[in-house]
């Protein structure tokens, strides 16, 4: 009987200590009767292995006390649902960018890379993965606070289904409205850039006397168009075949990939001003100017982390609109439960 | 599609497990309407048809006392202590409840499965 011994015992460690005698006399008794049983219906005392046998259809220690405890968890299915969207929402909006700029200014920029490798990378990635658990771990304990206080939580007794959001319509094809005025707006920005260089010094006002763009930025200054040109023919496409909603989301997955391009080539061009027929300035233009070099490379940077944005989300979109495209017509789309009903 | 066989096992085995659940509890009370401690209530269940493992059983049976739906006390048979369970009052009318709900929804189930 010691391993029956040594079983309960193993069962009594995960017990609530107040409880642990009660039910370890209980169970034991259990266990002994089936033993009794067991030997009287083999005609002899039961060897090791027909012990091991029935100890073991018991169940695991650990999961035999398991069941005598109450039912806990930290984050119950009353809240999960927001809790996992909230860790979507970080891990998607905060997290997934950051991977992607990262990426960028490692792949695009040598400079950073020169000044990222070795341990300075281990580094980069330590912090990065105590944000992580930092974050997740903050999300976590919240919830599990709401969750130990959600009787007390008003908003989740006192609601009312008025408040609730409309039927959300899923679009199963691209407005040719919206179509027709991508299409006109294209069109006057293509125009208003065709006409900048003539026109450049009603941008520049004043200071275009002092200022001129750096003359390695004119490389890119049709390139800058290429994007455009192929929302446009999205654009053009759409209002012929407007069921054709994957073509808009690779469309612009396309188009933002290669703004990202332009605007990383454009980034690594210093300074983007120089002064006007390199003239000599005064101390007081050598700022300004220094000052507006600084700011441009800092809204660059600001439109570069916009294009990474929106490549995630377009991404998105394309994988999403191809894999329904994939399922075949009708399927996910959004239809009231009076209808589906 | 031996991944989804094995699926298939794991769901019923899942939905089996909640339809027992409610049917378990109805069955111990109806059975300790006759005082039994915890391994003769078992093979009573089991000659009657319905096989409860002793780590299912035993903390359904605290949990059902803490409730108030049963009465338990230790007492010596066969040279060994032993807990003895049975019905309490409150477990009568709770049972008598119980059984009239389980009614209704068997009654609700045959006309259904008729209809089908």
Sequence with gaps: MELLDRYLQAVRFWLPRMQQDDIIAELGDDLRSQIEEREASLGHPLNEDELVALLQQAGHPMRVAGRYLPKQSLIGPALFPLYQFVLKAVAFGYLAPWIFVWGGMMIFMPSYRASHSGMALLGTWANFWSLVFMLFGAITVVFALLERFQARIIWLNTWDPRKLPRVARRKDRVSRVESVFGLAFSILYIAWWLTLPRYGHVIFGPIAGFFSLNPALRAWYLPVLVPVCIVMLQQCVNLVRPQWQWLRAAALLLSHSIALFIFISVSKIHPHLISAGNANLDTQHAQALAAMNQVLSWIIMCIIAGICIGLIVHAYQTVRELRRMANGPGNGAALPASQTL | ?116
């Excluded at chain 2, 003769?40 to 903390?59: F, M, Q, S, V």
Aim: one cysteine or more; proline letters at 1%.
């Design chain 2, 1 to 116: 599609m031996k991944h989804s066989t094995k699926l298939d096992v794991d769901l019923f085995e899942n939905l089996k497990l909640e339809l027992r659940r409610g049917c378990l509890i109805v069955a111990v009370l109806a059975q300790l309407r006759q005082e039994h401690y915890g391994y003769t209530l078992r093979k009573a269940l089991y000659d009657l048809g319905l096989a409860i493992d002793e780590g299912t059983l035993y903390p359904l049976l605290r949990r059902l006392e803490t409730q108030g739906l049963l009465a338990s006390e230790w007492r010596e048979e066969n040279k060994r202590n032993k807990r003895f369970y049975r019905l309490s009052l409150q477990g009568e009318l709770i049972l008598q409840q119980l059984l009239q709900e389980w009614q209704t929804i068997n009654a609700s189930l045959e006309r259904i499965l008729q209809e089908a």
